[in-house]
């Protein structure tokens, strides 16, 4: 029989603190020590260590006292504090590049994108370009005295667990050896696919503060599409995304709905993205498009032309609906997730699009009426890849507090 590894005092209080910082940023409203340690499990002795520790660290604050009732101590609720820890994202998508540095307690410390066509480009201009952005930001840090938890890079594409870009067809990238270039090692970051990191950041408090309610909880399993010129998909279940075996896990833009339909960049046909994605629908409504502006000005126009009731744009969309319910009704059957969250092009149609794909999905999936499908609008927008690649550098954080928190 194996040995069993056992628990030191620092794994045991590492793991603690973890929980609690989780708890904290994952929580829609202040706690005391008292509400902590009730919702952790964690003896009110070990809790009140465990916060002095994160108040000397400047992690946590205290707010002011409120008294709850006529009886009793004042309850002093604490606060996940900024200034302290941060996370920088990093990204590189078919419109250009750019770098993000966010705050534990959710503050955006600066952000910076550079728009460009990028299309076949050399992989070693744009990541010096990258670089030397991302030195910006943390010289800027070093001045605030800011300590940089961790870096996520998000890429339109397969990335390996031993950070290998296997391929990203629309940036022309194939088998790119990530760890060769200088902004990869110096902040150790952790490249991943655009649309797992886009995923994360609809996830409140999974590393960073976040006021009020987010459209999914914390802990809620969800299927989320995000659609740029392609079209990305991630799994997440109970707050994690489900990345498979190998990293690859959530490429719904390549399920294919048409078996003689037309040959995808992947090689495929009939693959979702040559109907839904943002390149296909543009094309085939006839509306040109040419440098990084002007694709994201052809976008607004399909959608403008949509909601006028142009015919061909209106026939287009309706095509990409079908497609899109096909696919997700599919990993609704397979993952038993009921829930979809759609970002990226699909986001800017509004809410009249997901009561449509919702209607239609019910149709589809086996479940049904148990299982009743759900289409959501993404919450975070902006960016979305690039604000999960800065929570993925702040997870390393949560998950190991005490490579950072002074005993």
């Not at 008292?34 to 400047?58: H, N, Y």
């Not at 397969?158 to 990530?178: I, K, P, S, Y």
């Not at 970051?189 to 797992?196: I, M, Q």
């Not at 987010?214 to 995000?226: A, C």
């Amino acid at each position: 029989m194996a040995a069993l590894r056992r628990i030191n005092q620092d794994d045991l209080r590492n793991h603690n603190l973890s929980v609690v910082i989780d708890t904290l940023l994952r929580t829609t409203e202040p706690l005391s020590r008292a509400e902590l340690a009730k919702r952790t499990g964690l003896t009110k002795a070990t809790m009140s260590l465990l916060v002095s520790m994160l108040v000397d660290d400047g992690v946590v604050r205290e707010g002011e006292p409120s008294v709850q009732s006529s009886y009793g101590r004042p309850s002093t609720p604490l606060l996940i504090a900024g200034g302290r820890y941060c996370g920088i994202g990093l990204q590189v998508n078919t419109d250009g590049y750019g770098v993000i540095v966010l705050d534990l307690d959710g503050t955006v410390i600066s952000e910076r994108w550079v728009d460009a066509d990028i299309s076949a480009p050399d992989a070693d201009e744009v990541f010096a370009e990258l670089d030397a952005l991302a030195m910006e930001q943390e010289a800027l840090l070093a001045e605030r005295g800011c300590t940089v938890a961790g870096a996520g890079l998000a890429l339109p594409g397969l990335v390996t667990g031993n950070m290998r870009l296997l391929m990203a067809r629309n940036l022309g990238w194939e088998q790119l050896d990530l760890t060769r270039f200088d902004v990869m090692r110096r902040l150790d970051v952790t490249a991943g696919n655009e649309a797992n990191m886009a995923a994360l950041a609809q996830i409140p408090g999974y590393a960073m503060r976040r006021d009020g309610d987010g459209i999914v909880g914390p802990s809620e399993s969800f299927i989320y599409l995000s659609t740029d010129v392609g079209i990305g998909g991630a799994v997440v279940r109970n707050g994690h995304v489900e990345i498979g075996d190998h990293g690859f896990g959530g490429e719904l833009g390549h399920t294919s709905v048409e078996l003689r339909g037309p040959v995808c960049r992947c090689g495929r046909r009939g693959c979702l993205e040559t109907y839904a994605g943002r390149r296909a629908m543009v094309e085939s409504a006839g509306i040109a498009s040419g440098s990084a502006a002007a694709r994201h000005e052809s976008v607004d126009e399909l959608i403008d032309r949509w909601c006028a009731g142009d015919v061909r744009v209106a026939a287009v969309v309706n095509k990409a609906i079908e497609a899109m319910v096909s696919s997700i009704a599919s990993a609704i059957n397979v993952c038993d997730i009921e829930t979809v969250v759609l970002g990226g092009v699909w986001s800017q149609f509004g809410s009249e699009i997901a009561v449509q794909m919702q209607s239609a999905l019910q149709r589809q999936v086996l479940g049904y009426p148990e299982v009743r499908a759900k289409v959501l609008m993404a919450d975070v927008t902006s960016r979305p890849a690039l604000v999960g690649a800065a929570a993925m550098g702040l997870r390393h954080f949560v998950d190991d507090p005490m490579r950072f928190v002074s005993a």
